[in-house]
């Protein structure tokens, strides 16, 4: 079984690449993908939060 650290992690690091893809389709003009992406961050940033809330990480992010 995977500890809540494990599992924050590697939902952190799922929503630092989305993130990072909004950033990118952002830059090609592709503004309504972007926004999705950066949805769908936000989301994993919560979903990391709501994991483990001590993530020293995931305030910053949000």
């Known amino acids: 079984m995977e500890t809540k650290e494990k599992v924050a992690f590697k939902l952190f690091n799922e929503g630092v690449k989305y993130s990072l893809d909004a950033g990118d389709e952002f830059e090609k003009g592709k503004i309504e993908p972007a926004f999705e992406l950066n949805k769908n961050a936000i989301d994993k940033f919560l979903e ?5 809330s001590t993530h020293q990480l995931v305030k910053s992010a949000l």
């Open 48 to 52: 990391t939060y709501k994991t483990d």
